[in-house]
T-cell receptor
Framework: GAGVSQSPSNKVTEKGKDVELRCDPI?????LYWYRQSLGQGLEFLIY????????KSGLPSDRFSAERTGGSVSTLTIQRTQQEDSAVYLC?????????????FGPGTRLLVL | GESVGLHLPTLSVQEGDNSIINCAYS??????FIWYKQESGKGPQFIID?????DKRQGQRVTVLLNKTVKHLSLQIAATQPGDSAVYFC???????????FGSGTRLQVQP
C-alpha cells in the first residue's frame, strides 16, 4: 500500500471489554512498531517486531496488552479488560529493515476511548 | 477536539519568519535523531533526521542542528508558512534499541 494503515480510526468501548486494533504496514517493510500517545503527551513505545525474531515487548504497560504479527505483515494489538487509563491514540509505524537508522513511517492512529 | 498537545509549549511566529524549535535529550548513547511533524488528527510525519556523527543536516526549508556536548537538538524552519502549523516532536534512538524515544512536543502556530 501507499502508507501505513490502521483500523478502526476510532473506537469507543466500555470499561472491562476487550479491543483489537489493526495495523497494515507498508508493503515490504520488515519492522513494525506500536506506540501509544496519551493526552498532551509524546509517543510511548509499546512493542517492536522485526522479521521472524522474537518481538521486543519491553514497552507493554501490563499483561492486559499483547500483540501479534501474522505472516510478517499485518499486526494486531489487543487490550484485554480495558481501563479508562487505556484511552489514547495508538500509533503503528513500519520501517524497511532492521539496521536501526531507517525512518519510521507512521499510520494515522486509532483513537481509543474507554468509558 | 484533537487531544494532542493541550498542554504543550507553544511557539508563535509570523508567516515568512524563521522558526527554531528546540529539544534537549539526556541519553548519551543516542545515535540517531529525528524530527516529526504531527497535524491534528494525523500520525507523525517524518521531517528530517541526523546521525550522531554529524552536527548539521539540511533539507528543503529545514535544518537540524545537533550539539552532542550539551545534548541539544534544534529544528530550524525557514520562511515559515501557515501549513507548517503543527506539533513538532523530536525523537531519539540509542545504539541498544530499535524503538524511538519521543520528546513531549512543541506546538508551532504560524500567524498570517
Amino acid at each position: 500500500g501507499a502508507g501505513v494503515s490502521q483500523s478502526p480510526s476510532n473506537k469507543v468501548t466500555e470499561k472491562g471489554k476487550d479491543v483489537e486494533l489493526r495495523c497494515d504496514p507498508i508493503s515490504g517493510h520488515t519492522a513494525l512498531y506500536w506506540y501509544r500517545q496519551s493526552l498532551g503527551q509524546g509517543l510511548e513505545f509499546l512493542i517492536y517486531f522485526q522479521g521472524n525474531s522474537a518481538p521486543d515487548k519491553s514497552g507493554l504497560p501490563s499483561d492486559r496488552f499483547s500483540a501479534e504479527r501474522t505472516g510478517g505483515s499485518v499486526s494486531t494489538l489487543t487490550i484485554q479488560r480495558t481501563q479508562q487509563e487505556d484511552s489514547a491514540v495508538y500509533l503503528c509505524a513500519s520501517t524497511a529493515g532492521g539496521g536501526g537508522w531507517e525512518t519510521q513511517y507512521f499510520g494515522p492512529g486509532t483513537r481509543l476511548l474507554v468509558l | 477536539g484533537e487531544s494532542v498537545g493541550l498542554h504543550l509549549p507553544t511557539l508563535s511566529v509570523q508567516e515568512g519568519d524563521n522558526s527554531i524549535i528546540n529539544c534537549a535529550y539526556s541519553n548519551s548513547a543516542s545515535d540517531y535523531f529525528i524530527w516529526y511533524k504531527q497535524e491534528s488528527g494525523k500520525g507523525p510525519q517524518f521531517i528530517i533526521d541526523i546521525r550522531s556523527n554529524m552536527d548539521k543536516r539540511q533539507g528543503q526549508r529545514v535544518t537540524v542542528l545537533l550539539n552532542k556536548t550539551v545534548k541539544h537538538l534544534s529544528l530550524q524552519i525557514a520562511a515559515t508558512q501557515p501549513g507548517d502549523s503543527a506539533v513538532y516532536f523530536c525523537a531519539e534512538k540509542d545504539t541498544g534499541r530499535r524503538a524511538l524515544t519521543f520528546g513531549s512536543g512543541t506546538r508551532l502556530q504560524v500567524q498570517p
